[in-house]
Protein backbone atom coordinates (compact mmCIF):
# COMPACT_ATOMS: atom_id res chain seq x y z
CA UNK A 1 0.00 0.00 0.00
CA UNK A 2 1.47 3.19 -0.94
CA UNK A 3 1.77 5.53 2.11
CA UNK A 4 1.98 9.29 1.18
CA UNK A 5 3.21 11.32 3.94
CA UNK A 6 2.81 15.02 3.37
CA UNK A 7 4.18 18.15 5.48
CA UNK A 8 3.20 21.63 5.17
CA UNK A 9 4.60 24.85 6.25
CA UNK A 10 3.58 28.79 6.52
CA UNK A 11 3.83 28.93 2.80
CA UNK A 12 0.46 26.54 1.97
CA UNK A 13 -1.30 29.24 4.28
CA UNK A 14 0.16 32.44 2.62
CA UNK A 15 -2.28 32.88 -0.18
CA UNK A 16 -5.19 32.62 2.47
CA UNK A 17 -3.69 35.97 3.68
CA UNK A 18 -1.69 34.75 6.61
CA UNK A 19 2.40 35.54 6.75
CA UNK A 20 4.95 33.39 6.70
CA UNK A 21 7.71 33.91 9.36
CA UNK A 22 10.77 34.18 7.16
CA UNK A 23 9.50 36.14 4.38
CA UNK A 24 8.79 40.12 5.23
CA UNK A 25 12.33 40.29 7.33
CA UNK A 26 10.71 37.41 9.64
CA UNK A 27 9.55 40.40 11.84
CA UNK A 28 6.68 40.61 13.81
CA UNK A 29 6.02 44.56 15.55
CA UNK A 30 9.71 45.06 14.95
CA UNK A 31 10.62 41.97 17.14
CA UNK A 32 11.86 38.42 15.69
CA UNK A 33 9.89 35.38 15.83
CA UNK A 34 12.32 33.78 18.60
CA UNK A 35 11.82 36.57 20.99
CA UNK A 36 8.07 35.60 21.18
CA UNK A 37 7.82 32.40 20.25
CA UNK A 38 10.09 30.61 23.61
CA UNK A 39 9.35 29.92 27.12
CA UNK A 40 11.53 32.88 28.11
CA UNK A 41 9.63 35.04 26.47
CA UNK A 42 6.49 33.88 28.26
CA UNK A 43 8.34 34.02 32.06
CA UNK A 44 9.59 37.36 31.30
CA UNK A 45 7.37 39.21 29.31
CA UNK A 46 3.48 37.22 28.96
CA UNK A 47 1.51 40.44 28.23
CA UNK A 48 3.42 40.38 24.44
CA UNK A 49 3.03 36.58 23.82
CA UNK A 50 -0.05 36.72 24.84
CA UNK A 51 -1.03 39.77 22.73
CA UNK A 52 0.86 38.30 19.85
CA UNK A 53 -1.25 34.70 19.73
CA UNK A 54 -4.26 36.89 20.23
CA UNK A 55 -3.92 38.61 17.69
CA UNK A 56 -3.43 35.72 15.37
CA UNK A 57 -6.59 34.23 16.93
CA UNK A 58 -8.37 36.78 15.99
CA UNK A 59 -7.23 36.25 12.18
CA UNK A 60 -8.11 33.31 11.76
CA UNK A 61 -12.00 34.43 12.93
CA UNK A 62 -11.89 36.49 10.21
CA UNK A 63 -14.10 35.76 7.41
CA UNK A 64 -11.99 36.93 4.61
CA UNK A 65 -9.39 34.17 5.74
CA UNK A 66 -9.83 30.76 4.07
CA UNK A 67 -8.12 27.67 2.91
CA UNK A 68 -6.69 28.29 -0.81
CA UNK A 69 -6.69 25.74 -3.64
CA UNK A 70 -3.84 24.17 -2.16
CA UNK A 71 -5.42 22.97 0.69
CA UNK A 72 -8.46 21.67 -0.99
CA UNK A 73 -6.10 19.75 -3.10
CA UNK A 74 -4.65 18.08 -0.53
CA UNK A 75 -7.99 17.30 0.88
CA UNK A 76 -9.32 15.60 -1.96
CA UNK A 77 -5.84 13.59 -1.99
CA UNK A 78 -6.55 12.48 1.34
CA UNK A 79 -9.97 12.04 1.35
CA UNK A 80 -9.61 9.96 -2.21
CA UNK A 81 -6.53 8.10 -2.14
CA UNK A 82 -6.98 4.24 -2.24
CA UNK A 83 -3.90 3.93 -0.10
CA UNK A 84 -2.11 5.96 3.15
CA UNK A 85 -2.15 9.61 3.35
CA UNK A 86 -0.51 11.45 6.60
CA UNK A 87 -0.25 15.21 6.59
CA UNK A 88 1.88 16.67 9.53
CA UNK A 89 1.59 20.56 9.42
CA UNK A 90 3.87 22.97 11.17
CA UNK A 91 1.27 25.26 11.11
CA UNK A 92 -1.14 26.60 13.71
CA UNK A 93 -3.92 27.68 12.02
CA UNK A 94 -7.06 25.29 10.89
CA UNK A 95 -7.36 25.79 7.20
CA UNK A 96 -6.32 22.33 6.78
CA UNK A 97 -9.13 20.97 8.66
CA UNK A 98 -11.58 23.60 7.11
CA UNK A 99 -10.63 22.34 3.69
CA UNK A 100 -12.02 18.47 4.68
CA UNK A 101 -9.22 16.65 6.75
CA UNK A 102 -10.08 15.74 10.46
CA UNK A 103 -7.08 13.95 11.67
CA UNK A 104 -4.34 16.95 10.92
CA UNK A 105 -0.75 16.27 12.92
CA UNK A 106 -0.45 19.88 14.62
CA UNK A 107 3.22 19.38 15.57
CA UNK A 108 3.87 22.73 16.62
CA UNK A 109 0.59 23.22 18.49
CA UNK A 110 -2.61 25.14 17.74
CA UNK A 111 -3.93 28.85 18.02
CA UNK A 112 -7.55 27.70 18.71
CA UNK A 113 -6.14 25.99 21.77
CA UNK A 114 -4.81 26.44 25.20
CA UNK A 115 -2.96 24.53 27.75
CA UNK A 116 -3.02 24.15 31.50
CA UNK A 117 0.88 25.79 32.94
CA UNK A 118 0.70 22.85 35.29
CA UNK A 119 -0.90 19.66 33.97
CA UNK A 120 -0.60 20.29 30.27
CA UNK A 121 -4.32 19.49 30.04
CA UNK A 122 -6.11 21.11 26.60
CA UNK A 123 -9.14 22.99 26.09
CA UNK A 124 -10.44 24.49 23.11
CA UNK A 125 -9.77 28.40 22.96
CA UNK A 126 -11.54 30.49 20.97
CA UNK A 127 -11.08 33.78 22.83
CA UNK A 128 -8.20 36.06 23.93
CA UNK A 129 -5.92 34.89 26.47
CA UNK A 130 -4.54 36.91 29.42
CA UNK A 131 -3.17 36.14 32.67
CA UNK A 132 -6.97 36.32 34.03
CA UNK A 133 -7.29 33.14 32.50
CA UNK A 134 -7.61 30.11 34.67
CA UNK A 135 -7.56 26.14 34.40
CA UNK A 136 -10.66 24.15 35.42
CA UNK A 137 -8.47 21.33 35.91
CA UNK A 138 -6.08 22.15 38.94
CA UNK A 139 -6.83 23.45 42.52
CA UNK A 140 -5.66 25.75 42.65
CA UNK A 141 -6.24 27.30 39.67
CA UNK A 142 -3.34 27.37 37.35
CA UNK A 143 -2.41 29.55 34.52
CA UNK A 144 -3.40 28.93 30.81
CA UNK A 145 -0.40 29.36 28.37
CA UNK A 146 -1.10 29.29 24.52
CA UNK A 147 -0.89 25.51 23.03
CA UNK A 148 2.14 26.33 21.03
CA UNK A 149 5.49 24.17 20.75
CA UNK A 150 8.20 27.04 21.01
CA UNK A 151 11.96 27.11 21.03
CA UNK A 152 13.66 24.49 22.95
CA UNK A 153 10.09 22.67 23.41
CA UNK A 154 9.45 19.33 21.98
CA UNK A 155 7.19 19.04 18.75
CA UNK A 156 3.97 17.23 19.56
CA UNK A 157 3.30 13.51 18.63
CA UNK A 158 7.21 13.03 17.55
CA UNK A 159 6.57 8.88 17.76
CA UNK A 160 3.31 9.37 15.49
CA UNK A 161 5.91 10.95 12.99
CA UNK A 162 8.95 9.43 12.75
CA UNK A 163 6.93 6.25 12.39
CA UNK A 164 4.81 7.37 9.65
CA UNK A 165 7.83 9.41 8.01
CA UNK A 166 9.83 6.05 8.13
CA UNK A 167 7.38 4.04 6.26
CA UNK A 168 6.58 6.36 3.64
CA UNK A 169 6.63 5.39 -0.18
CA UNK A 170 6.61 9.44 -1.01
CA UNK A 171 7.63 12.72 1.02
CA UNK A 172 6.33 16.05 0.29
CA UNK A 173 7.32 19.10 1.67
CA UNK A 174 4.74 22.18 0.75
CA UNK A 175 5.63 25.76 1.84
CA UNK A 176 8.53 25.40 4.13
CA UNK A 177 11.87 26.75 4.91
CA UNK A 178 13.75 23.77 6.16
CA UNK A 179 14.81 26.05 8.61
CA UNK A 180 13.61 24.88 11.79
CA UNK A 181 13.75 21.31 13.06
CA UNK A 182 13.30 18.49 13.67
CA UNK A 183 11.03 19.14 10.63
CA UNK A 184 13.31 20.17 8.70
CA UNK A 185 14.77 16.36 8.96
CA UNK A 186 12.34 14.42 8.60
CA UNK A 187 12.80 14.42 4.57
CA UNK A 188 16.54 12.79 5.23
CA UNK A 189 14.75 10.18 7.12
CA UNK A 190 12.37 9.12 4.50
CA UNK A 191 14.99 9.29 1.59
CA UNK A 192 17.38 7.11 4.13
CA UNK A 193 13.86 4.60 4.56
CA UNK A 194 13.36 4.88 0.59
CA UNK A 195 10.51 7.14 -0.27
CA UNK A 196 10.42 9.33 -3.21
CA UNK A 197 10.77 13.11 -2.21
CA UNK A 198 9.40 16.14 -3.39
CA UNK A 199 9.66 19.48 -2.67
CA UNK A 200 7.26 22.31 -3.55
CA UNK A 201 7.86 25.68 -2.59
CA UNK A 202 8.02 29.44 -4.26
CA UNK A 203 12.05 28.99 -4.10
CA UNK A 204 14.36 25.95 -5.06
CA UNK A 205 16.12 24.13 -2.30
CA UNK A 206 20.19 23.14 -2.20
CA UNK A 207 19.01 20.21 0.18
CA UNK A 208 19.80 16.95 -1.58
CA UNK A 209 17.21 14.85 -0.03
CA UNK A 210 14.69 15.89 -2.23
CA UNK A 211 14.70 14.41 -5.70
CA UNK A 212 12.21 16.47 -6.98
CA UNK A 213 11.52 20.34 -6.76
CA UNK A 214 7.77 21.81 -7.99
CA UNK A 215 8.63 25.85 -8.38
CA UNK A 216 5.72 28.04 -7.85
CA UNK A 217 2.47 29.50 -5.42
CA UNK A 218 1.07 26.15 -3.63
CA UNK A 219 -2.37 27.14 -4.75
CA UNK A 220 -1.15 26.35 -8.31
CA UNK A 221 1.11 23.79 -7.83
CA UNK A 222 -0.26 21.40 -5.23
CA UNK A 223 -2.98 20.92 -7.31
CA UNK A 224 -0.74 19.89 -9.97
CA UNK A 225 1.18 18.16 -8.11
CA UNK A 226 -1.83 15.95 -6.93
CA UNK A 227 -3.63 15.32 -10.05
C1 LIG B 1 5.54 29.59 -0.40
C2 LIG B 1 4.57 30.53 -0.65
C3 LIG B 1 3.57 30.13 -1.54
C4 LIG B 1 5.87 31.45 0.71
N1 LIG B 1 3.62 28.91 -2.07
N2 LIG B 1 5.58 28.39 -0.94
C5 LIG B 1 20.32 26.46 17.90
C6 LIG B 1 19.89 27.23 18.98
C7 LIG B 1 18.64 27.00 19.58
C8 LIG B 1 17.78 26.02 19.13
C9 LIG B 1 18.20 25.28 18.04
C10 LIG B 1 19.45 25.48 17.45
N3 LIG B 1 19.58 24.62 16.41
C11 LIG B 1 18.46 23.89 16.33
C12 LIG B 1 17.61 24.26 17.32
C13 LIG B 1 16.28 23.69 17.56
C14 LIG B 1 15.17 24.62 17.12
C15 LIG B 1 15.47 25.10 15.71
O1 LIG B 1 15.32 24.39 14.74
N4 LIG B 1 15.89 26.35 15.59
C16 LIG B 1 16.32 26.88 14.27
C17 LIG B 1 15.71 28.26 14.07
C18 LIG B 1 17.83 26.89 14.24
N5 LIG B 1 13.97 23.81 17.17
C19 LIG B 1 13.25 23.70 18.28
O2 LIG B 1 13.51 24.33 19.28
C20 LIG B 1 12.10 22.72 18.23
N6 LIG B 1 12.20 21.82 19.32
C21 LIG B 1 13.21 20.97 19.46
O3 LIG B 1 14.15 20.92 18.67
O4 LIG B 1 13.08 20.13 20.55
C22 LIG B 1 14.13 19.19 20.81
C23 LIG B 1 13.99 17.88 20.07
C24 LIG B 1 15.00 16.97 20.18
C25 LIG B 1 14.93 15.76 19.50
C26 LIG B 1 13.84 15.43 18.73
C27 LIG B 1 12.82 16.32 18.65
C28 LIG B 1 12.91 17.55 19.31
C29 LIG B 1 10.77 23.45 18.37
C30 LIG B 1 10.49 24.30 17.20
C31 LIG B 1 9.21 25.10 17.41
C32 LIG B 1 8.93 26.01 16.24
N7 LIG B 1 7.95 26.93 16.60
C33 LIG B 1 7.54 27.93 15.61
C34 LIG B 1 6.70 29.05 16.30
C35 LIG B 1 5.50 28.53 16.97
C36 LIG B 1 4.30 28.56 16.10
C37 LIG B 1 3.68 29.90 15.96
O5 LIG B 1 3.83 30.79 16.80
O6 LIG B 1 2.99 30.07 14.96
O7 LIG B 1 6.84 27.31 14.56
S1 LIG B 1 8.88 28.75 14.82
C38 LIG B 1 8.11 28.92 13.27
O8 LIG B 1 8.93 28.23 12.31
C39 LIG B 1 6.78 28.15 13.38
C40 LIG B 1 6.82 27.34 12.12
O9 LIG B 1 5.99 26.19 12.24
C41 LIG B 1 8.27 27.02 11.92
C42 LIG B 1 8.65 26.64 10.52
O10 LIG B 1 8.48 27.70 9.64
P1 LIG B 1 7.98 27.44 8.16
O11 LIG B 1 6.62 26.88 8.17
O12 LIG B 1 9.00 26.68 7.41
O13 LIG B 1 7.84 28.95 7.62
P2 LIG B 1 8.96 29.92 7.00
O14 LIG B 1 8.45 31.30 7.11
O15 LIG B 1 10.31 29.64 7.54
O16 LIG B 1 9.03 29.50 5.46
C43 LIG B 1 7.95 29.73 4.57
C44 LIG B 1 8.30 29.06 3.26
O17 LIG B 1 7.18 29.14 2.41
C45 LIG B 1 9.48 29.71 2.52
O18 LIG B 1 10.35 28.69 2.07
C46 LIG B 1 8.80 30.41 1.32
O19 LIG B 1 9.64 30.36 0.15
C47 LIG B 1 7.60 29.54 1.12
N8 LIG B 1 6.45 30.22 0.54
N9 LIG B 1 4.86 31.70 0.09
C48 LIG B 1 4.67 28.09 -1.74
N10 LIG B 1 2.58 30.98 -1.88
Not at 70 to 90: D, E, F, P, R, S
Request: hydrophobic share 40%.
Amino acid sequence: MEHIVILTGAGISAESGINTFRDNNGLWENHRIEEVATPEAFISNPELVYHFYNLRRQQLHQASLKPNAAHYALAKLHNNWKGKVTLITQNVDNLHERAGISDVIHMHGELLSARCTVSGRRSEWLNDLDRLNQCECCQPASALRPDIVWFGEMPLQMELIYDAVQSASVFVAIGTSGQVYPAAGLVDIAHQHGAETHFINLESTDNPAFEHQHIGAASSTVPKWVE
